[in-house]
């Protein structure tokens, strides 16, 4: 594993993190580590728990986990390990959220926890439920997080800047020691920010700390290494996930059947995903914004989806006319096909892809 990267300020990004973590409750009234069972938030939560211990705060660690019901196992009983230790007081929250899936280049929105079909696994005993009937937006959900929590309220997240450029630049477009201080988007309430305390933390420092502090990561992650995925933890349908939904047949045989018990068009994306000629569907369409357009208009039918994918489009095409290089159209063209819409694209002099 790489040592710690020495920064310009003469500190490493551990230390530099734990100064952040400081300043976090400095500053807020409360102060929330947001946990998914991932190796980054699983990094924030025990970061937090040194700099508690310094501080000397006796009260356990506030913490929550949004279940997004289409996870495999491990993850859920990686993450109710964390719940039931003595030092962290979490909220788990099985409420119904708007999420997609991507099937064959097309989106697609379902709700998680929906009441209206049987789920993948039974809600936990412990779990936040809401049986009103709303559905939540991330706005929504943010909002019934806060609703917890008094005063100014800092969520300390694991988002890392290298895992996106884009995730980078909202980071340095502010200027001071809080940078890393951010405000979340879609209708969070005004005294809810976001800290990235790891913002600067590569993946080897987040593995050199778990090896130098003796600290067990979630196991899904050797799963992942040994087949070759990327290292992450999310909705198998998400559009990300979804690529490589083959995999879980074998990795996850038992969670595989239960997910297509319940989504059996997810066969259909397993089967013919590799068959998708994303070249051959630029050529087709023209390999122009007007036929990207055309693309979105045809093939995806969901208002919400189609709203989002029609921002994300308007935006890229005048990234394109800026910086042709970094944004050329067949690039582009294959990020909309993709359904990978959801979240902002790497500019391709970065990270180009064009499998």
């Not at 690529?243 to 239960?258: A, C, I, T, V």
Request: charged share 25%; aromatic share 12%.
């Amino acid at each position: 594993m790489a040592r710690n990267t020495q920064k310009p300020l003469g500190i490493n990004v551990l230390e530099a993190a734990r100064k952040r973590i400081h300043h976090v409750f400095d500053t807020f009234d409360t102060v929330v580590v947001a946990f998914s069972g991932g190796k980054d938030s699983l990094v924030c939560i025990h970061l937090v728990h040194e700099v508690m211990q310094e501080r000397g705060i006796k009260s356990p660690m506030k913490a929550f986990f949004k279940d997004q019901e289409l996870i495999p196992d491990e993850v859920v009983e990686f993450v109710d390990e964390y719940r039931q230790k003595p030092w962290i007081d979490l909220d788990w929250y099985c409420v119904p959220l708007h999420c997609t899936k991507y099937i064959l280049g097309r989106v697609f929105d379902y709700v998680q926890w929906d009441d209206s079909r049987n789920h993948v696994r039974p809600m936990p005993s412990h779990s936040i439920k809401d049986r009103s009937g709303q559905v939540y937006d991330r706005g929504g959900f943010h909002n019934l997080v806060a609703s917890k929590h008094r005063g100014r309220l800092g969520i300390i997240t694991g988002i890392r800047a290298s895992e996106s450029i884009m995730r980078l630049r909202s980071v340095l477009t502010k200027v001071g020691k809080e940078c890393y201080i951010t405000t979340p988007k879609g209708g969070a309430p005004s005294r809810m920010k976001m800290a990235k305390v790891i913002y600067d933390w590569s993946e080897n420092d987040v593995f050199k700390y778990f090896q130098d502090k003796k600290i067990r990561y979630c196991e899904i992650y050797d799963i992942q290494n040994l087949v070759g995925r990327e290292l992450r933890v999310a909705s198998s349908l998400q559009s990300e996930a979804a690529k490589d939904f083959h995999f879980l047949r074998s990795s996850h045989p038992e969670y595989y059947q239960r997910v297509v018990k319940l989504f059996p068009e997810m066969m259909v994306q397993e089967r013919y995903h590799k068959q998708i000629d994303l070249n051959k569907l630029v050529t087709d369409y023209g390999c122009s914004f007007e036929g990207m357009l055309e693309y979105i208009n045809q093939n995806i039918t969901d208002q919400t989806q189609h709203k989002l994918a029609m921002k994300r489009f308007k935006e890229l095409k005048g990234y394109n006319s800026k910086h042709p290089a970094a944004y050329p159209v067949d690039y582009v063209f294959k990020y909309i096909i993709r359904g990978g819409f959801r979240k902002n694209l790497i500019p391709a002099s970065t990270g180009r892809n064009n499998d």
